[in-house]
């Protein structure tokens, strides 16, 4: 049978003379759901300073964590997130709760009393409640920021225009893309050219065929 390992097992005795109201506190510990909407063409966080402030983290290194693993150019101020494009809610929120589980709780004992230290040139996040400490290992990219390349300008394709924009501007979807398009209308099925591409909106014109 192997021996145990001595660091782990002096993690075991300091975990079990905690203080009770350390563990109380412990398991008061919530984050506030992330507030996520669609605002024109961006998607908002707008709650994000609440979140921050739940896990005592700096805006810088979690707004760029966020959008590196989202594959999204974006800002944070007056304690919103801005996301350029339309993401999907559930694709934030995982996003979220990865820097969570990487950057604030403690892998040792669960508890988000947590920071970060460097030594040399590697990053740990230690824990304040056992002392565990461990070296920060930034997460692999979402599928959101590895997504194989998406509709590019200049190309044509078919759709279905499904709704009627504001400006008047047919609307269809495409994946997780939307699609406003000059010169259709909704109900037809009409060949169209991508003139820009922002994130995951897209701006295209009709598709006239020449006549005979």
């Known amino acids: 049978m192997p021996a145990e390992d001595p660091y782990r097992a002096l ?37 994000l300073d609440r979140i921050l402030s739940a896990i005592r983290r700096e805006p810088d290194h979690m707004v760029k964590t966020i959008l590196g693993e989202l594959g999204r150019a974006g800002s944070y101020e007056n304690g919103r997130l801005t996301l350029q494009g339309l993401v999907p809610t559930k694709q934030v929120k995982d996003a979220i709760q990865s820097y969570i589980t990487t950057y604030v709780i403690c892998d040792e004992c669960g508890a988000p009393d947590t920071h970060f230290e460097k030594d040399h040139r590697i990053m740990i996040l230690r824990c304040e409640a056992c002392g565990g400490h461990r070296p920060i290992k930034a997460r692999p990219k979402s599928a959101a920021a590895v997504r194989p390349a998406g509709p590019k300008e200049g190309e044509e394709v078919e759709v279905d225009v499904t709704g009627q924009g504001k400006q008047g501007d047919g609307v269809a979807h495409m994946g997780n893309y939307i699609l406003f398009i000059k010169g259709a209308a909704r109900g037809e099925r009409c060949k169209v050219k991508i003139t820009r591409v922002m994130g995951t909106t897209i701006f295209a014109e009709k598709v006239v065929a020449p006549q005979t």
């Open 11 to 47: 993690l075991s005795k300091a975990r079990a003379k905690l203080p009770s109201s350390l563990v109380a506190e412990k398991s008061r510990f919530q984050v506030p759901e992330a507030d996520v909407a669609q605002e024109g063409r961006t998607t908002q966080v707008r709650n």
